[in-house]
C-alpha cells in the first residue's frame, strides 16, 4: 500500500494558497489563534462559513505546528487520504473476505486523480476527514455486531460525531446501515441498536447544527423536483465520463450548474434502469456486493437531487462515493477473470488500470501548481475561476497594478453564460473594470461601461456607485450640470454610507459652481452631519474651503 500510494506525493507543492484557502487559512478565517476562540467557534459557529468544527480544529492546530505553511497544509491532506486508502483496503477485505480485490480497490483508489483536488487545495479535508470516520464507523460497527463489546459501540457513535463536525454527508451511512438490516437478520438486535444509536446522533446534530450555523451557500428556487433529478442526472453521466477518462477529469469546485435538465431525462432513466437490473444480478450472485452498491447510492444521493441543487458543483462530491465504485468495478472484473481461470489476465488488468491513473493524477497535478494555471485551464468551465479572477483583478486593482487587473479583469465574460445557474456577479466585475480603465485614464471606455451599469444594471447599490463614477468624470471636466444630475441620481437611487459624504459635498459645490446657494448650503448642511470616507483629503479640504469662503460664516 506504501508503494501504490507513492504517485500521490506529486500532487504536494509549495506553491500559493488555492481558491478559499487564500481567506480561510491565509487570512485565518478559520483559524483560531487562542483555545477561547477555537471554543466561541464551535459554540457558535464564524459567520459567512460552513459549521464545521472538526475542520476548524485541524486548520488551528496545523497552523499551531507549522504556521502559514501551504505545504505542511497540504501533507497533512495527503496523509488524511493515504489513510482513507488503508480503510479502503480494511473494510473491502472485511467485507469481500479476499485480498487481491481489497488491494486493488485500495491502490486504485489511492492514485485516482480526483485525489489531486482534495490534497492540493487544504480546504477540501471536509471530504478526507467526512470519508475517514465514515469508514472508521462501518469498521467500528461490524466489531460491534460480531464482540457485542459496548467500547465499539461507544467508538462507533465518536466516530460519527467527529465526521458529521467535518461534513454533513457522514449522515448518508445512516442510508447504507438501514439498507443492511435485512440482510443483518441474524445479529438484528446489536445492527438495530446501532441504526438506534446512529440516528439519534444524526438528529441531534442537525438540530445543534441549524441553532448556531445556516448555510451560506444559496441555493436556486426556480427548479421542481423533476427539473432537478433531470439536471443531476445529466451532471452524473459527465461526472461518470471523466471519471473513466480521468485525464480529462475538468469538474473542478465552482463547476457550472445547467439552469434546465435539456434533452438528458431519457438518458437519465435509461441510466437509472441499467443500475438497477445490474445491482439486482449482483444481488442474487454476492449479497456482500450490497455494501458497496448502497454505499455509492447513499454518497451520491446529495447530488440526486432530490434535495434543492446548490449553484455550484464539484468534482470532490464524489470523493466519498469512490471507494464504492472502484470496489464494484474490481469486483466485476475479479468474477470475470475467475470465470475465465486466467489470473495474469486480472493482474494485467490491475497493472493497466494503475499506470493510466497515476499518470492521470500526475498530469492532473500539474494544473494545480498555482491559481492562475489552475484558472486558466478551468476559466470555462468554472464559475469559482471566474470568481479568482475577479478577485484577482480587485486587488491588483487596489495594489494600483491597473494593467494587471485589467488582463485578470477581462477574463471574466461580462455576461452570464446561458442556460445556467452563475453566481459570479458579472455587474461587479464591469464596475471594477470601469474603476480599472478611468485609473488607466481610458475615460471613454469607463464612462461607456458606467453608463451601461447605470441603464441596465439590476443591483441598486452599482447603479448609484456607477452614477457616481460618472459625476466625479464629469467634474474632472468641468461639466458641473452634469456632475448636479448624476450625483442626484445617484442619492437617489440610495448610495452607500462609505461614498454618500463625499457625494453630498461635490454636489454642494456643483451648486454652488451653478449659483444655486441655497442648495449649496443644504448639501453642505447635510455633508457636515455625515461620516465622509477616508482618503482623498487634499481635495475634500480644498472643496470645504472654497464652499465656506462662499457661504460665509
Given amino acids: 500500500m506504501a508503494v501504490a500510494c507513492a504517485p500521490v506525493i506529486c500532487a504536494l507543492s509549495r506553491g500559493e494558497y488555492l481558491w478559499t484557502d487564500v481567506a480561510e487559512i491565509g487570512d485565518r478565517a478559520l483559524v483560531a489563534r ?32 507549522f504556521g502559514d505553511s501551504a505545504l505542511a497544509f497540504r501533507a497533512v491532506n495527503l496523509l488524511l487520504h493515504v489513510l482513507n486508502a488503508l480503510l479502503v483496503y480494511r473494510l473491502v477485505r472485511e467485507v469481500l473476505g ?92 446489536r445492527w438495530t441498536g446501532l441504526v438506534v444509536l446512529q440516528a439519534v446522533i444524526v438528529l441531534a446534530w442537525f438540530v445543534w447544527r441549524q441553532q448556531v450555523s445556516t448555510n451560506p451557500v444559496g441555493r436556486p428556487g426556480d427548479l421542481d423536483v423533476l427539473a432537478r433529478i433531470a439536471v443531476a442526472g445529466s451532471m452524473h453521466l459527465e461526472y461518470a465520463r471523466q471519471l473513466v477518462v480521468p485525464y480529462s477529469l475538468t469538474v473542478c469546485d465552482g463547476t457550472r450548474v445547467p439552469a434546465h435538465p435539456g434533452p438528458w431525462l431519457p438518458a437519465v432513466a435509461l441510466a437509472l434502469a441499467a443500475v438497477v437490473l445490474l445491482l439486482e444480478r449482483a444481488r442474487r450472485r454476492d449479497p456482500r456486493l450490497l455494501v458497496a452498491a448502497l454505499w455509492a447510492v447513499a454518497f451520491l444521493l446529495p447530488t440526486s437531487g432530490l434535495t434543492p441543487l446548490k449553484h455550484v458543483r464539484a468534482d470532490r462530491y464524489l470523493y466519498a462515493a469512490l471507494p464504492a465504485m472502484i470496489a464494484l468495478a474490481v469486483t466485476a472484473a475479479d468474477g470475470l477473470v475467475r470465470r475465465l481461470g486466467h489470473v495474469r489476465i486480472g493482474a494485467a488488468l490491475f497493472a493497466i488500470a494503475y499506470v493510466y491513473l497515476a499518470g492521470s493524477l500526475m498530469m492532473r497535478a500539474s494544473r494545480f501548481r498555482s491559481n492562475e494555471a489552475l484558472w486558466t485551464y478551468e476559466t470555462r468551465r468554472s464559475e469559482f475561476c471566474l470568481e479568482g479572477w475577479a478577485y484577482r483583478s480587485r486587488q491588483a486593482y487596489v495594489e494600483s497594478r491597473f494593467d494587471d487587473a485589467l488582463a485578470y479583469s477581462l477574463r471574466v465574460p461580462a455576461t452570464n453564460p446561458p442556460d445556467v445557474l452563475a453566481f459570479v456577479n458579472r455587474e461587479e466585475v464591469l464596475y471594477y473594470r470601469g474603476l480599472i480603465q478611468s485609473a488607466r485614464g481610458d475615460a471613454q471606455t469607463a464612462r461607456a461601461i458606467f453608463d ?25 471636466r468641468g461639466n458641473f450640470p452634469a456632475v448636479e444630475r448624476f450625483l442626484t441620481l445617484s442619492l437617489g437611487i440610495g448610495l452607500g454610507d462609505a461614498s454618500r459624504g463625499d457625494a453630498v459635498l461635490l454636489r454642494s459645490y456643483a451648486n454652488l459652481r ?32 472654497q464652499i465656506q469662503a462662499a457661504l460665509g460664516p
Fill in 514 to 545: 451653478l449659483g444655486r446657494i441655497e442648495d449649496c448650503r443644504r448639501d453642505f448642511e447635510e455633508f457636515a452631519a455625515v461620516e465622509a470616507r477616508p482618503g482623498e483629503t487634499r481635495t475634500r479640504e480644498t472643496l470645504k474651503k
Fill in 34 to 65: 487562542s483555545p477561547s476562540e477555537l471554543w466561541s467557534a464551535f459554540r457558535h459557529g464564524i459567520d459567512g462559513h460552513y459549521y464545521r468544527p472538526a475542520v476548524f480544529a485541524l486548520h488551528s492546530l496545523n497552523f499551531a505546528l
Fill in 98 to 189: 479476499r485480498e487481491a480485490p481489497a488491494l486493488a480497490t485500495a491502490a486504485l483508489f489511492a492514485v485516482h486523480p480526483l485525489a489531486v483536488t482534495l490534497i492540493a487545495w487544504a480546504s477540501a479535508r471536509t471530504d478526507l476527514i467526512a470519508l475517514s470516520c465514515s469508514l472508521g464507523f462501518f469498521l467500528a460497527a461490524r466489531r460491534w455486531v460480531i464482540l457485542g463489546s459496548l467500547p465499539w459501540l461507544g467508538l462507533a457513535g465518536a466516530v460519527l460525531v467527529v465526521g458529521l463536525a467535518a461534513k454533513e454527508t457522514c449522515a448518508a451511512t445512516l442510508i447504507v446501515t438501514v439498507g443492511l438490516l435485512p440482510f443483518l437478520w441474524a445479529k438484528r438486535r
Fill in 452 to 476: 451601461d451599469l447605470l441603464a441596465r444594471g439590476d443591483a441598486r447599490t452599482l447603479r448609484a456607485e456607477a452614477a457616481y463614477e460618472l459625476a466625479v468624470m464629469e467634474f474632472q
